[in-house]
């Protein structure tokens, strides 16, 4: 992993850094309607109320390199789930992004979790291929899962106590 990455808590004047790499880094991914379901996946609230399991990466000139985004769940506190994460495409395969996975894994843990779970789209493979790798059991595509048309694949792993 890159060793002149800071990792830090967002505040909430990083929702707009965020909001503005999810069109370059995401490449285009499902055209114009797919950039506005993503902006609107990444409200302010999280980094209002869900900062402390929440994580940033920055290179030492400020500019972002990686975000990801999570929470505990209120209803079922054995479980956390992974809202929202990235990786800026040009710091691909240097372990950014487990490396955040695996400090949320740790974060969380230490609350009592002992699940965690994501979703994502069918359409990103590269996501459904990288959550298998980091050991998350892959679901088959979940038609409607957020409404009509707006089908998903959901991630589960256990985390150790």
């Known amino acids: 992993m890159s060793a002149d990455l800071t990792f830090r808590q967002p505040h909430e004047n990083d929702h707009a850094r965020v ?12 055209g ?5 379901e993503r902006a609107l996946l990444v409200p302010r609230l999280y980094f209002q109320h869900f900062t402390t ?7 030492p000139d400020g500019t972002l390199a990686a975000f990801l985004i999570g929470f505990v769940s209120q209803t079922d506190p054995d479980t956390a789930y992974i809202h ?7 710091l691909h395969g240097q ?3 487990r490396s955040l996975y695996e400090w949320f ?11 965690v779970k994501c979703i994502t789209s069918p359409q990103n493979t590269a996501s459904r291929a990288y959550h298998a790798r980091l050991g998350f059991e ?3 595509v979940l038609p409607d899962y957020d409404g009509p048309g707006l089908d998903r694949v959901a991630f589960s792993r256990g985390i150790a106590a």
Do not use: C
Not at 32 to 36: D, I, L, N, R, V
Not at 53 to 59: D, F, P, V
Not at 105 to 115: A, I, L, T, Y
């Open 105 to 115: 894994f740790g974060q969380v843990r230490g609350s009592g979790v002992r699940r």
């Open 19 to 30: 909001l503005a790499a999810l069109g370059p880094w995401w490449g285009g991914l499902k």
């Open 53 to 59: 399991t929440s994580r940033l990466a920055e290179r």
């Open 138 to 140: 892959v679901s088959d």
């Open 95 to 97: 372990g950014i992004g």
């Open 84 to 90: 929202f994460v990235g990786v800026d495409p040009e």
């Open 32 to 36: 114009e309607a797919g950039a506005k």
